[in-house]
Structures are given as structure tokens and as C-alpha cells.
């Protein structure tokens, strides 16, 4: 009998044994099953097969690496159109994703009206832009059916509303018309120029230095090839090399000389970095009609967006006549002029917290009253297009001569325009229109569709 217990207790031990073993064996399989499926890595094609099977209706399906794309030339079939993700992000929480080209399945169906898919956000949200409204829940819309309407058509070409104005109204919001000053010929002989200057606090006086060589008694005109060149600082003091105000001149056209006034040991530079980066109050006409457009359609769906960045990039690229050793007469660019004009790349950086337009301060600047902005310069080369070159080859497309706004400004003149230049999707015309982009926040998924503008990706 003691034979016999020991050996029903050993072959109920072995059967334990192989049970787990067992276990073991079909836990590591599905496991291994699952993560395959939901993230494939094919080094040859760079593609990266995203399957989440919680959310069935995802659109991060299929997306390539964008190594190969020259972004200084417009998307096709053999320059990137499709899905993509941004080369850098790749390992990121939450890669960049974005749909490149004329594509047809990143249509969404969200507060009763149409978007197309622009990218995902560094926090996993889905940026939209306004595509117009569905009919009988299609989203087919061409041209200015693909805009919200402005409200006043004397303001259709204008993004802020003054003309011949300083750099001072360049932003989604500004901080309101600082006027330049004109001076005539006759008054300028009384002034001497130098290359820059230093101030005394104590004496509130400031003095030029390396002053140009002149006899004095000369019209500006008269000397301006020479002066304009690198002396943009005057005084007005009888001649004299020190006074409490002094002139930074940075233009001359037809018989006037254009000049700022700075005082209390402002320089142009101090004027420039409070033109783009304090006190921003003054909300441009393209962002009150984005806004009215929301608070009339939009407030009961605010808790499904993210408060996401919206970029005014306004850092400069290159200050022309802003810079006192450059010549007066070129103009002031931006540093998306390089990028989009000079075709040297898009960024999706936002570097400074003032030009980062959201609703809260604890991610950006808090300027916005509803989390809603516009696309940015970069967004559309993403999409497929490039500068001066009205390519259909992109889902933004509105048709021949119509076109849209974006957030980003490229130049300021400095000339005898004297105006705001920014970039502007299909080429400038009497049709600028405004598309406002939302964004989807990191929870919201789709219920139903395929992207297709017959069936639109439905938000849950």
C-alpha cells in the first residue's frame, strides 16, 4: 500500500509539472502574438504597422518613416503622399504622425461638420482642419465650400487690419499699431548718424558712437547710400553727437526719411523683442473670426480637444534693416522664410513660449480664448506643398484661385509697402479664406468609418 501512494504522488506531481510548463508555453505565444500584431517592424520599407486593438477605427495604420521625402519639392506618387511619420519621432511616447499628398481616407466627421486628418500631436491628440459641413454625412466639399465665411469682405485680403504699419501688428494677436515717424529732407539736416550707442541712466543722454564722417548740414538723401548702409542711429541735437531721444532710421522714400524714436536706453532690438514677444493683446481679424466661428459652433465639444499648440513662429531669421549694420532697405524675415521660401525643411518646434498659442499658461502663452488656431506654414509643406507653387497634390487643396490663411508670418516690409507678408495656402488672392484646425485630445476615439469622404471617420 506504501508502494502504491508513492507512486499515484509522484504522477500527480509530474502531471502538476507538465500543466505549468504547459501554461507557460501558450501565455508566451499569445503574448508574444498580441505585441507582434500590434507593432511590426519591417527595416527594409520603414514601415510601421500600427494596430490597436482597442480601437478598432484607428487611422495610424500603415505609416512610413519619411527619411526618403525631399520636402523642397511638391508631394506625389514618388515624393511622399500617404501616411507618414515624422523622421526623429519615431521612438517617441507618441511619434508624429501626418498624411502627405492628395489622399482620400483622413476625412472625420466631428460637431456636425467635416475635418481632414492633419497629424497627431507630441501628446497622442489629432489635429483637424475644417473642411466645411457633410451632406447626408459625406464629406465632399470643394473650394470655398471648405472655409468658414468671413463677415466682412473688406477684410478678405487682410490678416490684421492696418496698412503701412510697423512690424509691431505681426502676430495671431499683436500688440497694436506703434506707429514710425516720417521726417523730411529739410529737418534732417540737423542730424549726425552713427553705427550704434551707449547711454548713460544717470544723465538720460545718449551718445552715438563711430559716427559717420560728415560735415553736417546734409540732407539725408544726399548721403542716405552711404548712411543707410550701417549709421541708422541719429541724434537730433543741433549737430551733436548726444541727446535724450534718439532716431533709428530704416527707410527713405519720396523725400522722407522713415525713423522709430527710442528712449530710456531702448535700443532697436529691445523695440523688437517688444513688439513680438510682450503684451500681445490685440487679437488679430483672423483670429476674432476663427473665434466667433467657434463660440457659435463649438463650445459643446471643447471637453473632447486637447489645448494644443498652436505655432505663430515670429523668431527672425534675418533683420535687414533692423540689424544697425545692415543696409535700411531689406526687409524683416522670419525664420519660416528660410524654411518654407529658402526650402531648407519644416519644423513642427515651437521655440518660444510667447509665439505658443494655447488656452492655459502652463503649456503656452494663454492667449487663446477656445483651444482653436489655424495650420502653420509647416503643417502645409508636411501636407505637400511648397512656396509659390500651387500644387493640387495635397488634401488642403481648395481649387484654382482660392486660397487660405495660415499662422505663420514670412516678412515684414520695410520699404514703402510697409506691410505684413504671411504664408498663405494656394497663392494670395481675393479669396483668402480661413479653415480653423481643433484638436482631437489623446481619448477620443472613432466609432465608426474608413476616413473616406463617402464614410468619414465618426467621432465616438
Same mark, same amino acid.
Given at each position: 500500500m506504501?508502494i502504491?501512494?508513492?507512486r499515484?504522488? +509522484?504522477l500527480?506531481?509530474?502531471?502538476i509539472f507538465?500543466?505549468v510548463?504547459?501554461?507557460?508555453?501558450?501565455f &508566451?505565444?499569445v503574448?508574444?502574438?498580441?505585441?507582434?500584431?500590434n507593432?511590426?517592424?519591417?527595416?527594409s520599407?520603414?514601415?510601421?504597422?500600427?494596430?490597436?486593438p482597442?480601437q478598432?477605427?484607428?487611422?495610424?495604420?500603415?505609416?512610413?518613416?519619411?527619411?526618403?521625402?525631399?520636402?523642397?519639392k511638391?508631394?506625389s506618387a514618388t515624393?511622399?503622399?500617404?501616411?507618414?511619420?515624422?523622421s526623429g519621432? %519615431?521612438?517617441d +511616447?507618441n511619434?508624429i504622425?501626418y498624411?502627405r499628398g492628395?489622399?482620400?481616407n @483622413? *476625412?472625420?466627421?466631428f460637431g456636425?461638420?467635416?475635418?481632414?486628418?492633419?497629424?497627431s500631436t %507630441? *501628446?497622442?491628440?489629432?489635429? #483637424?482642419l475644417?473642411?466645411?459641413?457633410?451632406?447626408n454625412g459625406?464629406c465632399?466639399n470643394t473650394g470655398?465650400?471648405l472655409?468658414?465665411?468671413w463677415?466682412?469682405?473688406?477684410?478678405?485680403?487682410r490678416?490684421n487690419p492696418y496698412?503701412?504699419?510697423?512690424?509691431?501688428?505681426?502676430?495671431y494677436?499683436?500688440?497694436?499699431?506703434y506707429?514710425?515717424?516720417?521726417?523730411s529732407?529739410t529737418?534732417?539736416? *540737423?542730424l &549726425?548718424y552713427?553705427?550704434?550707442?551707449t547711454y548713460? !541712466?544717470?544723465?538720460?543722454l545718449?551718445t $552715438?558712437?563711430?559716427?559717420?564722417?560728415t560735415?553736417g548740414?546734409?540732407?539725408?538723401?544726399?548721403?542716405?547710400?552711404?548712411?543707410?548702409?550701417g549709421?541708422?542711429y541719429a541724434c537730433y541735437?543741433?549737430k551733436?553727437?548726444t541727446? %535724450?531721444?534718439?532716431y533709428?532710421?530704416f527707410?527713405s522714400?519720396q523725400?522722407?526719411?522713415?525713423?522709430?524714436? #527710442?528712449?530710456n536706453?531702448?535700443?532697436i532690438?529691445?523695440l523688437l +523683442?517688444?513688439f513680438?514677444?510682450?503684451?500681445?493683446?490685440v487679437?488679430?481679424?483672423?483670429k476674432e473670426?476663427?473665434?466667433e466661428w467657434?463660440?457659435s459652433n463649438m463650445?459643446a465639444y471643447t471637453?473632447?480637444? %486637447?489645448?494644443?499648440?498652436?505655432?505663430?513662429?515670429r523668431t527672425i531669421f534675418?533683420?535687414a534693416g533692423?540689424?544697425?549694420d545692415?543696409?535700411?532697405d531689406q526687409d524683416?524675415l522670419?525664420s519660416?522664410y528660410d524654411r518654407v521660401? @529658402?526650402?531648407?525643411?519644416p519644423?513642427l518646434n515651437c &521655440?518660444?513660449?510667447?509665439?505658443?498659442?494655447?488656452? !492655459?499658461s502652463? @503649456?503656452?502663452?494663454?492667449?487663446?480664448?477656445y483651444?482653436v488656431?489655424l495650420?502653420?506654414?509647416?503643417?502645409a509643406?508636411l501636407?505637400?506643398?511648397i512656396?509659390d507653387?500651387?500644387?493640387?497634390d495635397?488634401y488642403?487643396k481648395m481649387?484654382t484661385? &482660392?486660397s487660405?490663411?495660415t499662422?505663420?508670418?514670412?516678412?515684414?516690409?520695410? $520699404?514703402?509697402?510697409?506691410? $505684413?507678408?504671411?504664408?498663405?495656402?494656394?497663392?494670395?488672392s481675393?479669396?483668402?479664406?480661413?479653415?480653423p484646425v481643433?484638436t482631437l485630445n489623446? !481619448?477620443i476615439?472613432?466609432?465608426?468609418g474608413?476616413g473616406?469622404s463617402n464614410?468619414?471617420?465618426?467621432v465616438?
Open positions: 506504501r502504491k501512494a508513492r499515484n504522488f +509522484e500527480y506531481k509530474n502531471t507538465f500543466s510548463v504547459l501554461f507557460l508555453f501558450l &508566451i505565444s503574448g508574444y502574438s498580441v505585441l507582434s500584431t507593432l511590426e517592424i519591417d527595416g520599407a520603414k514601415v510601421l504597422k500600427y494596430e490597436n482597442v478598432e477605427y484607428s487611422w495610424k495604420k500603415d505609416a512610413v518613416l519619411d527619411t526618403n521625402i525631399d520636402f523642397s511638391v508631394s515624393n511622399g503622399r500617404g501616411l507618414y511619420i515624422r519621432t %519615431e521612438n +511616447e511619434p504622425y498624411f492628395d489622399v482620400s @483622413n *476625412n472625420v466627421l456636425g461638420f467635416c475635418w481632414k486628418i492633419i497629424r %507630441e *501628446n497622442g491628440g489629432t489635429k #483637424l475644417y473642411s466645411g459641413t457633410p451632406t459625406e465632399n470655398n465650400y472655409s468658414i465665411k463677415t466682412d469682405l473688406l477684410h478678405t485680403t490678416y496698412a503701412k504699419a510697423s512690424p509691431s501688428v505681426v502676430g494677436t499683436y500688440i497694436g499699431k506707429k514710425y515717424e516720417d521726417m529732407e529737418k534732417s539736416k *540737423n &549726425i552713427g553705427n550704434d550707442v548713460d !541712466s544717470n544723465k538720460k545718449y $552715438l558712437s563711430n559716427i559717420y564722417n560735415s548740414g546734409q540732407k539725408y538723401n544726399d548721403i542716405v547710400d552711404e548712411v543707410k548702409l549709421y541708422h541735437n543741433d551733436k553727437s541727446c %535724450e531721444t534718439v533709428y532710421m527707410d522714400t523725400g522722407n526719411f522713415t525713423y522709430y524714436e #527710442l528712449s536706453g531702448d535700443k532690438d529691445d +523683442e517688444y513680438f514677444t510682450t503684451n500681445n493683446t487679437d488679430s481679424l483672423a473670426r476663427v473665434d467657434y463660440q463650445t471637453d473632447k480637444l %486637447e489645448d494644443a499648440i498652436y505655432c505663430n513662429d534675418n533683420k533692423f540689424d544697425k545692415t543696409d535700411a524683416l522670419f519660416a521660401v @529658402n526650402k531648407t525643411g519644423s &521655440i518660444r513660449n510667447a509665439d505658443r498659442y494655447t488656452v !492655459s502652463s @503649456n503656452g502663452n494663454g492667449k487663446l480664448t483651444p488656431g495650420i502653420t506654414a509647416d503643417e509643406v501636407s505637400g506643398f512656396y507653387d500651387n500644387s493640387t495635397s488642403i481649387g484661385g &482660392i487660405t490663411w499662422m505663420t508670418p514670412l516678412a515684414y516690409g520695410t $520699404l514703402s509697402k510697409k506691410d $505684413l507678408e504671411m504664408f498663405v495656402i494656394g497663392g494670395r481675393l479669396d483668402t479664406n480661413l479653415r481643433v489623446n !481619448s476615439v472613432f466609432s465608426s474608413d473616406t464614410t468619414p471617420y465618426i465616438n
